[in-house]
């Protein structure tokens, strides 16, 4: 056995405790005090360090709460109470929301104090005022729950892979939808019945807009951008999909295929491109992923990214995406940074003197397999003039299918006579392309119904893990 | 559009550059010069700084090489050159085994050089010493390329989840394992056949002992054991089993069961145990891990970590497990930490005067389902005794199939008369419970053949992802 050797690093002087104020005791808030609480001892022998609440923001402190205020903290209904306190070394930002969390963080920066929070619509929309300001003033911004949870991908895209030039992310970003399109798969309920589900067991709220619009995706995702390739990519200017039009029929269709439905954040460079030309090819959307994937295999509320590196290969970081402890535990990581003495300076950013613009690449140089479903006349000759139509637009079939899905009415009930669906799974073609051929296929006097198509993550275009 | 704002953080004066001496330039040596090479500009923009190989410790310099020497490198037979040389900065242990790399390294440390190293053997076995003398001189000490190649499993324990307690950690911690059983798996071949395939790829050495036997896996867990609960439990007090005895027809019958056979790390603290009490069930062992959960879906040479915190749930990381750049990514992350002026000290080891030992439970203590095959005579009755047996050591039978296996010969034909192969899936026993019915059965009249068993992951004991 080898011999255990005395001091592995023990601070001659107990390094004083470090004080936070909280800036909302809502779910996130409540978990943090509880996790403080409940792993105080492993936290001071992992630090050095006693981590205490001093002062809690909230709107109500009268409020009746299901979970004990932290010993020794107080509420309060003033900012100044929390960014006027010396003692008060790290704001912990959970309200959310933009304008009142956001002059909460300038000040609390202003004031010389780090900063911790979960807010990703803020990041995503004043992110670049904010790192500046952080930077400037040489302070602490930790944000590793406003992305995914618990999983630790800004750490890992700021550290571990940092020796890495970034070729592609492609991520389960909102567990809300994850949620949804899981239970409609899993047990065959449309989308307003899995919504319902949903909310009724708090992954959804009661207004879900954010979630299944895809936004809150998309501005996960252009923070991701920012950290993998230092550039700006506003969420206001990428492609977002939503998942309210995704149609059981459709996620039937894929799993027959061999695919699941997930809304997915991708983002690549172009060919050719880089971080300074930042050609850039980035949406958010609902896509079959190839059940070969681990993406495919990311069921319920959880969250997952996929990262492929040139020197790391692909790494897949999969964990509970949202909820009180998991999003805890990501603001706790960024807490003990500042406790223990980490250097603020390491974004991971680019250390130029402003972050370069994400151009988003012309359609005719965005690629992928497509998935398509046409409702068409039943007569001879359709299938050669589908075809036609996609061969003019340089689309080559890789499957076809003309089936009725045995779960749905048949086309002639809903009132569609002789009509049959027509599912084309297509190799790699461009953006431009397919939607070209959508409109000719659209306007034609054989299609029936507005066509559907979805990307697809196969083999061919993610590589094999 | 958000407005790009002026500084993100940009030093006035340029940072040196950060010099390396490299000890060992083979896969992972040349991997890492040709990545700071190809990466030069991305590394730069990250941390400010330009970073260098200066020297490289080689056997016989005059080597031809298929890979170029780095720009500026000099090839050198002497050690001293490298640890006498006050710009060195940083010494890159990659020459492996104990006692050289290990004295390399004590002398690096005492010369005042950080150390990266991506050497298991060395630190699972002299690891305290190391560990205690990077402390006591408050250098780094990075090992991240040491266990699971490119996956940043030990950034995760030791920042990112730092305010959990850990409750558990599952791991395909050996890739040459994974790939052998995944041949064996996927395309129906016998171990030998398959290590043969593992050698002639490249994934598998000519001497493969430490490998298959599990003790490079053990060497991992000692490693991640310590940095989750700061407990130093050596690999040699590990229960260790390897692959060399898992037969074809038990990877057939795990999958008709809905399961993959791994080889599979394992670690947690027993019901009631602390990182103060240390009882803990901790080794490396074939197991049968359910189809539903990510790590079933491990294939060749991936390695992924389970790791469960009482804040973050279940996180789940996969990557490229070894081969030269997924270990050159995480070697170069520990460098750019290094580079970035990160503090040293967050080991996020508890901050003790010495690591605390762990104490393996003992076998009534430890608790799993269990797989169990059993060649029995074919005869009435004995369904019924192996039954009583194993009820009389507290074992409880979840499933039971008596099955020929269609692609092995029937037992008749391998001398075993009447004979027919009995498999038992168990719920939840113990250790001990399940070794003394072993015996038992063993000793009996009709069962002909030693039984095989095997531990198995199964929802009941693994959670849900």
Redesign the interface.
């Known amino acids: ?11 001659a002087i107990p390094a004083p405790p470090l004080l936070l104020g909280l800036a909302g005791f809502g779910t996130v808030g409540a ?1 943090l005090a509880a ?2 609480e ?2 105080k001892a ?2 001071l ?4 360090r006693e981590i205490r609440i001093k002062s809690i923001l909230t709107r109500d402190p009268a409020k009746p709460r299901a979970c004990p205020i932290p010993l020794g903290a107080h509420l309060t209904t003033q900012a100044d109470d929390l960014l006027l306190d010396p003692e008060i070394n790290v704001l912990v930002e959970l309200i959310g929301g933009a304008d009142t969390a956001g002059e909460l963080i300038r000040r609390a920066l202003e004031s010389g104090k780090n900063v911790v929070t979960a807010n990703k619509a803020l990041l995503a ?5 904010i ?2 300001l952080a ?2 003033r040489n302070l602490h911004l930790g944000y ?1 729950a406003a992305v995914c949870g ?3 991908i800004i ?2 895209l700021r ?7 970034i070729e592609s992310l492609i991520g389960i970003l909102n567990g809300t939808c994850n949620f949804i399109l899981s239970e409609m798969s899993e047990r065959n309920l449309d989308f307003a019945q899995a919504l319902r589900e949903a909310q009724r067991l708090g992954y959804a709220e009661a207004d879900p807009e954010l979630d299944i619009e895809g936004l809150d995706a998309a501005h996960k995702l252009s923070l991701l951008i920012r950290l993998a390739w ?1 550039l ?1 990519y ?1 969420y ?2 990428m492609p977002v999909q939503g998942i309210a039009g995704v149609a059981p029929r459709d996620i039937r269709n894929a799993r027959e295929f061999g695919y699941r439905i997930k809304l997915i954040g991708y983002a690549r460079l172009g060919a050719g491109e880089s ?1 300074e030309t930042g050609g850039m090819e980035a949406g958010v959307c609902p896509a079959l992923v190839h059940e070969n994937f ?1 993406l495919s ?1 990311v ?1 319920g509320p ?1 969250n997952a990214v996929r990262v492929e ?12 995406g949202a ?1 009180g ?2 999003t ?3 603001v ?2 960024d ?3 500042i406790a ?4 603020p ?11 370069l ?1 994400a151009h988003p690449l012309p359609d005719d140089r965005c690629f992928s397999p497509w998935y398509i479903r046409l409702t068409v006349r039943d007569c001879p000759g359709v299938l050669r003039d589908v075809s036609g139509i996609l061969a003019d637009n340089d689309i080559s079939i890789a499957e076809v299918t003309q089936k009725e899905d045995a779960a749905s009415p048949p086309a002639a009930e809903q009132g569609l006579l002789d009509c049959i669906p027509l599912l084309i799974m297509t190799h790699s073609s461009s953006v431009a392309g397919v939607q070209k051929a959508l409109r000719a296929l659209e306007n034609s006097s054989f299609v029936q119904e507005p066509p559907v198509h979805y990307r697809v993550l196969g083999r061919s275009n993610v590589g094999t ?1």
């Open positions: 056995m080898p011999e255990l050797q005395p001091p592995l690093s023990c601070p978990a996790i403080l409940k792993n492993e936290i022998s992992r630090t050095g929309e004043r992110g670049n005022a790192f500046s930077a400037e590793e618990a999983i630790p750490r890992t550290a571990s892979l940092a020796g890495n030039h230092g700006e506003p206001t200017d971080a681990l295999r069921e959880y590196g040139n020197a790391c290969g692909s790494l897949f970081l999969h964990g509970k909820g402890p998991p805890a535990s990501s706790l990581a807490i003990l940074d223990r003495g980490d250097n300076n390491n974004t991971g950013f680019p250390l130029r003197r402003q972050l613009p893990s």
